[in-house]
């Protein structure tokens, strides 16, 4: 069965802090993306990376960064975190499969 | 512009069948997934239709028209663990890593 973790369920940080989400996939799959999911929006795209220190913007990449150093791990930061990045964190992977598989999600509150 | 519409949400009863539709607009397609999400919890992989027609997976089923834009998830002998949202997400072109999703629809089942 293939396996994403996210490093936390739920995170509280300050307007300002910089904030690190981590997602790490035990199935060697080659693409990783991050999510929020937001009620009445659904799933938007934030960044997603195709290989190892590879990555494109996907459709709301403003205020945020990725790093992939490792093909396991895909990280989402937040430089500078304001109360609109409050939202449920949804990080997933893809192998050769058209399917994507999703981490448990972190529900992030900035206050 | 891209769009994916489907109801907020539907209520049926326990050992009905229901049918949640799902209409799309998109510049491209490759590919229409149904995902099913538990409140709090993961997005987990319900179904893939590349060709027109009915894909059936045990009490679910879904089915594609490309020509029409459409496709529905249906949902036979229904339980109360089926209770979740349902999202539809279409994937635009081969290659290329981005989804659109839905909304998502809500489903209650009744007792």
């Known amino acids: 069965d293939v396996k994403v973790t996210q490093s936390s369920r739920y995170l509280v940080k300050r307007t300002g802090e910089k904030v690190f989400l981590e997602c790490v996939q035990d199935?060697?799959?080659?693409?990783m993306f991050w999510y929020r999911q937001d009620p009445g929006l659904g799933l938007r795209l934030i960044y997603f990376?195709?290989?190892?220190?590879?990555?494109e913007k996907g459709d709301i990449p403003e205020g945020y960064s990725v790093s992939r150093e490792k093909k396991e791990r895909f990280s989402l930061i937040l430089e500078s975190a304001s109360t609109n990045q409050t939202s449920m964190y949804l990080c997933?992977?893809?192998?050769?499969?058209?399917?994507?598989?999703f981490g448990p999600g972190t529900r992030l509150t900035v206050t | 512009g891209q769009n994916i519409d489907q109801p907020t949400e539907m209520t049926a009863t326990e050992g009905a069948i229901v049918q949640i539709n799902c209409t799309y607009q998109?510049?491209?397609?490759?590919?229409l997934f149904w995902y099913q999400q538990h409140a709090g919890e993961a997005p987990t992989f319900l179904s893939y239709n590349v060709l027109d027609g009915l894909e059936e997976k045990g009490r679910f089923s879904s089915f594609l028209s490309r020509s029409k834009g459409y496709s529905y998830l249906l949902l036979k002998e229904l339980q109360m663990k089926d209770s979740a949202s349902y999202l539809c997400?279409?994937?635009?072109?081969?290659?290329?890593?981005?989804?659109?999703f839905g909304t998502g629809t809500r489903l209650k089942v009744l007792a």
């Open positions: 997933a992977s893809r192998g050769g499969e058209p399917e994507q598989y």
């Open positions: 997400a279409v994937s635009k072109a081969s290659g290329t890593y981005k989804y659109i």
């Open positions: 990376s195709y290989d190892v220190k590879m990555k």
């Open positions: 998109t510049s491209g397609f490759n590919g």
């Open positions: 199935m060697d799959h080659e693409n």
